[in-house]
């Protein structure tokens, strides 16, 4: 009988930290707290409350886009963890995360929309099988209603969108969450852990001088 495969999850790229511990798939135990700061203070005492410390065979950490430091926080502790544990360390959109959440009970076609800093918002369609229909875009909130594609949206900027469409919308508010992990397909995993960032830096290089 093979034995049961534990996976990690970590995800700290909003105002959210959580974390969740599953075996082959089912949740076993898992937090998320919405900190507004202090994800550095409370990721790894939070992993650490779960069974066995948070030890898995396995760890999946949100690349963004969302939060510079939380994303990056979340990132450091995943690779520090799968070097200390010998574990697979693997990323997944923090969007796709949100559009999973949102598609649970009902599978339909999803536009999620994030807080995104500097008064934008993070914005990105989903099909009805999940499928990004585009690329994470950062839009001010004028231009964010533009591309909205989909009659569910779905974020922690769902309901503001949903108010500057003016129409009959349906606007799930949700965070993304460690704990809804396992509904994420194996496909949307990433070995690349470099970071999404969703928009340009806001510091620009300085040209060479003649």
Same mark, same amino acid.
């Given at each position: 009988?093979?034995?049961?495969? @534990?996976?990690? /999850?970590?995800?700290?790229? %909003? ?11 089912? !949740? ?6 919405? *900190?507004? @700061?202090?994800?550095? &203070?409370?990721?790894?005492? #939070? ?5 066995? +410390?948070?030890?898995?065979? $396995? ?12 994303? $990056?926080?979340?990132?450091? /502790?995943? $690779? ?13 959109? %923090? !969007? ?17 929309? #994030? ?17 990004? &229909? ?14 909205? +594609? ?6 922690? $900027? /769902? ?9 009959? +919308? ?7 969450? /460690?704990?809804?992990?396992?509904? !994420?397909?194996?496909? +949307?995993?990433?070995?690349? *852990?470099?970071?999404?960032?969703? @928009? ?11």
């Amino acid at each position: 009988m093979p034995t049961p495969l @534990r996976t990690l /999850a970590i995800e700290c790229a %909003t105002e959210a930290c959580s974390a969740a511990l599953f075996e082959d798939g089912a !949740l076993v135990d898992g937090f998320c707290e919405v *900190l507004g @700061r202090g994800h550095a &203070e409370r990721l790894v005492p #939070m992993i650490a409350e779960l069974p066995d +410390r948070g030890r898995a065979d $396995r760890i999946l950490v949100s690349l963004g886009p969302g939060s510079f430091t939380g994303v $990056r926080i979340g990132i450091a /502790a995943a $690779r520090a963890l799968g070097l200390a544990w010998g574990a697979e360390v693997l990323g997944y959109p %923090t !969007l796709e995360l949100v559009c999973a959440r949102s598609r649970q009970h009902t599978p339909r076609a999803i536009t999620v929309c #994030m807080n995104g800093g500097h008064g934008e918002y993070f914005m990105q369609n989903f099909d009805a099988d999940g499928q990004a &229909e585009d690329a994470v875009q950062s839009l001010s909130p004028e231009d964010a209603a533009k591309p909205a +594609r989909h009659d569910v949206i779905a974020g922690n $900027r /769902a309901k503001e969108l949903a108010a500057l469409l003016g129409d009959d +919308r349906l606007a799930l508010e949700l965070l993304p969450d /460690a704990n809804f992990a396992n509904l !994420l397909h194996e496909t +949307r995993l990433i070995t690349d *852990l470099s970071p999404i960032y969703g @928009r340009a830096p806001d510091a620009k290089p300085q040209a060479p001088r003649a």
